[in-house]
């Protein structure tokens, strides 16, 4: 195995680009997602997998998307309400995507 070394700034062009594969619900760990459930979205980042419940840091209810293209490929949301550590039931998810951008950290 061989590790690169790069900036910040070139991991924030470049991140996008990586391969980035789930076959395993803890394949998530680490990584971060838009979530839709059956009655709200969330974007956080996966800290733990407990049987059908994962863990998020860094989370944030995301009370209006916007134009839901604009918001998974160009991470531009309506309103935010960070909410920093939360947990989501699979159960309600109805799909998710993986978040290319930093998480919203600020209320919008």
């Given at each position: 195995m061989r590790t690169i070394e790069v900036s910040e700034a070139v991991y924030e062009k470049i991140k996008g680009e990586l391969v980035?594969?789930?076959?395993?619900?803890?394949?998530?760990?680490?990584k971060a997602f838009f979530f839709r459930?059956?009655?709200?979205?969330l974007t956080g980042r996966v800290v733990?997998?407990?049987?059908?419940?994962?863990?998020l840091s860094d989370a944030a209810w995301i009370a209006d998307s916007g134009?839901?293209?604009?918001?998974?490929?160009?991470?531009?949301?309506?309103?935010?309400?960070?909410?920093?550590?939360?947990w989501v039931n699979l159960?309600?998810?109805t799909?998710?995507?993986?978040?290319?951008?930093?998480l919203?950290?600020?209320q919008i």
């Open positions: 980035k594969e789930v076959n395993v619900l803890s394949d998530m760990i680490g459930t059956v009655t709200y979205h733990k997998v407990i049987g059908n419940i994962i863990e134009r839901f293209m604009d918001a998974i490929k160009n991470g531009i949301i309506k309103e935010v309400e960070p909410v920093g550590r939360a159960d309600s998810v799909d998710f995507f993986e978040w290319n951008h930093p919203p950290t600020e």
